[in-house]
């Protein structure tokens, strides 16, 4: 069975028992995230689409860490001015397991 999850404006495909990153903050105590804006179910007889979500339908996911993402380097130049700037930066993400998927 698998679902497609809405999250931060990004569509997530996801499956019982995957580990995904996703731009999001979490508490220090929360140990388990509830995803409400479900999409799509599908995977055990005709996909039950959303319009837009599936009503009654949830992912239950446990919080395993947080990471940082892939660095990103922003780069500004203008040629002949002598004008050169470097600035990097790392997304915060949360590591998650995803641990149910209710129908």
Not at 76 to 81: E, G, V
Request: no cysteine; glycine share 12%; net charge positive.
């Amino acid at each position: 069975m698998y679902a497609i999850i809405d999250s931060g404006g990004q569509q997530i495909k996801v499956t019982s028992g995957q580990t995904i990153r996703i731009d999001r903050a979490v508490g220090e105590d929360e140990k388990q995230v509830t995803f409400d804006r479900v999409l799509l179910i599908g995977g055990q007889g005709e996909a039950r689409v959303g319009a837009p979500t599936v009503a009654g339908a949830s992912v239950v996911a446990e919080v395993l860490r947080k990471v940082k993402g892939p660095k990103i380097d922003i780069v500004k130049y203008r040629r002949r001015k002598g004008y050169r700037r470097k600035q990097g930066h790392r997304q915060e993400q949360v590591e998650l397991k995803i641990s149910a998927i209710n129908a």
